[in-house]
């Protein structure tokens, strides 16, 4: 058996530089987008889902029962730059910028990706993906209320076993 075969974990990539996950708890590089949850900065209660598309750049910011953000009328809003500037301390700005597809002249950085991006006066896209996102972000959420533990947790065993106890 091979050495993958007998680990039950899988690779972390771990991130780019250290983050703070106050503002924005939930970042991924997904389902063809830049996604994530971003909290309000004026109500502690609310959050805001936003993304960006991969090529188009198509932009999309509501709350997370579907309100449509105040901010984001022809442009980026705030919570979208915000998603951006974590997304490439998670993942670096190389992976973001080849992730999204983005070209910028020289080093790319936040802000030279979200530039380039805005350069192209980017359509609002469907917010329909907020909800799965935001689902996504209470399970990864259920995962800190759970004591440590080293035995396996038995939402994660995907693959039925490959022998047979006896």
Same mark, same amino acid.
């Given at each position: 058996?091979?050495?993958?075969? =007998? ?5 972390? @990539? ?7 996950? $106050?503002?924005?708890?939930? &970042? %991924? ?51 979208? =730059? ?5 997304? @490439? ?7 973001? $910028?080849?992730?999204?597809? &983005? %070209? ?63």
């Amino acid at each position: 058996m091979s050495d993958w075969e =007998r680990s039950s974990t899988a690779r972390v @990539v771990p991130p780019a530089r250290p983050r703070k996950l $106050a503002k924005v708890p939930f &970042v %991924e590089l997904a389902d063809g987008r830049l996604q994530g949850v971003v909290s309000s900065g004026s109500d502690i209660e609310r959050v805001y889902v936003s993304s960006v598309g991969a090529g188009t750049f198509a932009y999309a910011c509501s709350t997370n029962n579907n309100r449509p953000c105040g901010g984001a009328r022809g442009g980026y809003c705030n919570h979208i =730059r915000t998603l951006i500037n974590e997304a @490439v301390l998670q993942y670096g700005a190389e992976r973001v $910028a080849r992730y999204l597809r &983005v %070209e910028t002249e020289g080093e790319p950085s936040a802000q030279t990706l979200t530039a380039s991006m805005t350069g192209v006066r980017p359509s609002r896209g469907d917010t329909a993906a907020a909800a799965p996102v935001f689902s996504r972000f209470l399970r990864h959420l259920a995962y800190l209320e759970l004591a440590p533990t080293t035995g396996p947790l038995p939402e994660m065993q995907w693959f039925p076993p490959t022998r047979a106890v006896a």
